[in-house]
T-cell receptor, first 116, second 113 residues
Framework: GAVVSQHPSWVICKSGTSVKIECRSL??????MFWYRQFPKQSLMLMAT?????????EQGVEKDKFLINHASLTLSTLTVTSAHPEDSSFYIC????????????FGPGTRLTVT | AQSVSQHNHHVILSEAASLELGCNYS??????LFWYVQYPGQHLQLLLK??????LVKGIKGFEAEFIKSKFSFNLRKPSVQWSDTAEYFC???????????FGTGTRLQVFP
């Protein structure tokens, strides 16, 4: 159990367009979902934390108007990269923690975004 | 602010060699500790975790880690590595206060046959 999926697994878009990435917990309810960004050969950087039904909490330095997060249900969170630029190209990873959990996070497979 | 440091950025070993990867964190309260592995082209997988109890934790694929509270450390070990252990290894910490998972910078392990 505790499977998290992401869609799409990779996406290429043009500068100025918006891209939506979905994160789903497939077999459990997730009170909290997290969005990370991973640059090549570097660690994961937490971008934001989202709780179902409330506004996301963004980490310092992350533009909330650029990275829109919606946590519509206990199994779905979306990250929309608005007006994408080439510097937004990265690997975006989501994770989810269980409703009855103990802080353990389950990670999705990630989405590779390339902005041309 | 909380932080996690991994001292070894890149480790190169031959098969059957023993492995120890260092991890230290900078938080004095109650923490949960994790080691994740990321194989080339794949997503993060949990190797092992410590929440409470026996400080020597056994994980998957023959890995183990020891929590030493006095040293704020959670080092990862494996007695005999295999070529298939080639991957990136991340130490991570959650404190009860913040619920945020803080990752170390990662250690790239290369194992040669």
């Amino acid at each position: 159990g505790a499977v998290v999926s992401q869609h799409p697994s990779w996406v290429i878009c043009k500068s100025g367009t918006s891209v939506k990435i979905e994160c789903r917990s497939l077999d459990f309810q997730a009170t909290t979902m997290f969005w990370y960004r991973q640059f090549p050969k570097q660690s994961l950087m937490l971008m934001a934390t989202s709780n179902e039904g409330s506004k996301a909490t963004y980490e310092q330095g992350v533009e909330k108007d650029k990275f829109l997060i919606n946590h519509a249900s206990l199994t779905l969170s979306t990250l929309t990269v608005t007006s994408a630029h080439p510097e937004d190209s990265s690997f975006y990873i989501c994770s989810a923690s269980r409703l009855e959990g103990n802080h353990e996070q389950y990670f999705g497979p990630g989405t590779r975004l390339t902005v041309t | 602010a909380q932080s996690v440091s991994q001292h070894n950025h890149h480790v190169i070993l031959s098969e059957a060699a023993s492995l120890e990867l260092g991890c230290n964190y900078s938080y004095g309260g109650t923490v949960n500790l994790f080691w994740y592995v990321q194989y080339p082209g794949q997503h993060l997988q949990l190797l092992l975790k410590y929440f409470s109890g026996d400080p020597l934790v056994k994980g998957i694929k023959g890995f183990e880690a020891e929590f030493i509270k006095s040293k704020f450390s959670f080092n990862l070990r494996k007695p005999s590595v295999q070529w298939s252990d080639t991957a990136e290894y991340f130490c991570a910490v959650i404190s009860y206060n913040t619920d945020k998972l803080i990752f170390g910078t990662g250690t790239r392990l290369q194992v040669f046959p």
